[in-house]
Nanobody, 120 residues
Framework: QVQLVESGGGLVQPGGSLKLSCAAS????????MGWYRQAPGKERELVAV???????NYIDSVKGRFTISRDNTKKTVFLQMNSLKFEDTAVYYC??????????????WGKGILVTVSS
């Protein structure tokens, strides 16, 4: 089994910054794509940013230039640096990882989510 544990969420004022972390542990042979999703109240979950094992990244348009996704493969951790936060960034943020385990089975895992609230 694999666990993803998010940290770093909380309350921040508009224009502020937060850095989310997500650490993976368990039966991991190889971590492929890792990403961050979010779900705002009354809305569907959406992909915010994704990073592949080579460090290539993609972002949704609304966060380009403000958010940066990165990863530390030695620590099996993915980060999301969020700057210039806006009210509309308020959501539960979920970590996601595509894992190849020691049986060479590929599975996508999710964290439990962490709340980010942007409010004055």
């Amino acid at each position: 089994q694999v666990q993803l544990v998010e940290s770093g969420g909380g309350l921040v004022q508009p224009g502020g910054s937060l850095k989310l972390s997500c650490a993976a542990s368990g039966s991991i042979l190889y971590l492929n794509d890792m990403g961050w999703y979010r779900q705002a109240p009354g809305k569907e979950r959406e992909l915010v940013a994704v990073i592949d094992s080579s460090g290539n990244t993609n972002y949704i348009d609304s966060v380009k230039g403000r958010f940066t996704i990165s990863r530390d493969n030695t620590k099996k951790t993915v980060f999301l640096q969020m700057n210039s936060l806006k009210f509309e960034d308020t959501a539960v943020y979920y970590c996601n990882a595509a894992v190849k385990d020691y049986s060479y089975v590929n599975t996508v895992y999710w964290g439990k989510g962490i709340l980010v609230t942007v409010s004055s």
